[in-house]
């Protein structure tokens, strides 16, 4: 008889609630601390009490990494039973999170854990890869292999509407953070081989700068999977949202056009209004 594979996760993937539920990913949350104060990211403390911690200090929340400890009672009770796990990390380039996770697997039998090199909605397309093997019925093993494999093509990449929260992390120094605020300039931050860096600079307010980062991104179809897209944001207006969202479905270019809200740890360092739209290569 096969053994049931668990597939878990990290939470900034930031997977949608309805699709963890579907398909029963066991989410381990990062430690969100605002002041003195220790919170589990999307248990005890959500993205507004983060910005409304921003507003009343001036300072960022600080994110800390899952300890050891935690994984293997995760991966021991998921296990105790005959159980295989594969195991989703963020990026080993911006958390030791990922570092963790594998030591915890070295003393868990059965244990598989895929550094995703990318973080959001990057990790929920690996996610979901995963989940589609588990379905076609591969042990843990060939779905770690199959899955570690499709890593470099995630392509993920999000806009950011204010420096503020970079800056307040020592991500950016407060000149830098001035200056683009006075001149409205958007960056947009990508992810090369796990880290994190600006890959272009746009100008304007974010009505028209959003959709022409859709355009950009969306310009060269030649590799691009049209199986699924994720289009996220932090905070943004429903309205306006919706009508990104919208505009992505226009181009008629996904069979699959999936919504998320970012959550604590990634907006902990982007801050409110920002927006992604990640996929995956062919």
């Known amino acids: ?119 959001h909605t990057g990790m929920s397309h690996l996610i979901l890869e995963a989940c589609s093997r588990r379905e076609q019925g591969m042990d843990a093993a060939r779905i770690a292999q199959e899955v570690t494999a499709l890593v470099p093509k995630v392509q993920t990449t999000f806009m950011v509407n204010t420096l503020d929260y970079l800056k307040a992390g020592g991500r950016c120094s407060a000149l830098t953070a001035f200056g683009a605020n006075l001149l409205s300039i958007k960056p947009c931050i990508g992810m090369s081989e796990g880290s994190l860096g600006v890959i272009k600079k746009y100008r304007g307010k974010v009505d028209k700068v959003y959709k022409q980062y859709i355009d950009d991104r969306l310009a060269d179809l030649t590799n691009v999977d049209t199986r699924r897209v994720f289009v996220s944001h932090s905070a943004l207006e429903e309205g306006f949202f919706n009508s990104l969202v919208d505009y992505v479905k226009q181009k008629g270019i996904f069979q699959q056009v999936l919504t998320s809200v970012t959550g604590c740890t990634i907006c902990a360092h982007s801050g409110p209004d920002a927006f992604a739209l990640i996929y995956m290569t062919k």
């Not at 668990?6 to 900034?12: E, H």
């Not at 699709?19 to 605002?34: A, F, G, V």
């Not at 200090?57 to 009672?73: C, F, L, M, R, V």
């Not at 999170?97 to 995703?116: F, L, R």
């Open 1 to 119: 008889m096969a053994k049931h594979v668990y597939i878990t996760a990290d939470s900034p993937c930031d997977l949608p609630g309805d699709l963890i539920e579907k398909y029963d990913i066991r989410i381990t949350p990062l430690t969100i601390i605002l002041g003195m104060e220790s919170h589990l990211d999307g248990v005890d403390v959500h993205i507004e009490d983060l910005f409304a911690y921003h507003e009343r200090t001036g300072e960022t929340a600080k994110t800390s990494a899952i300890a050891p400890q935690t994984y293997i009672d995760l991966f021991q009770e998921l296990t105790r039973d005959g159980g295989e796990v594969v195991h989703i990390g963020l990026s080993s380039k911006i958390s030791s999170t990922c570092q963790n996770a594998k030591i915890a697997a070295s003393e868990v039998p059965g244990v598989y854990v895929i550094d995703s090199l990318a973080l």
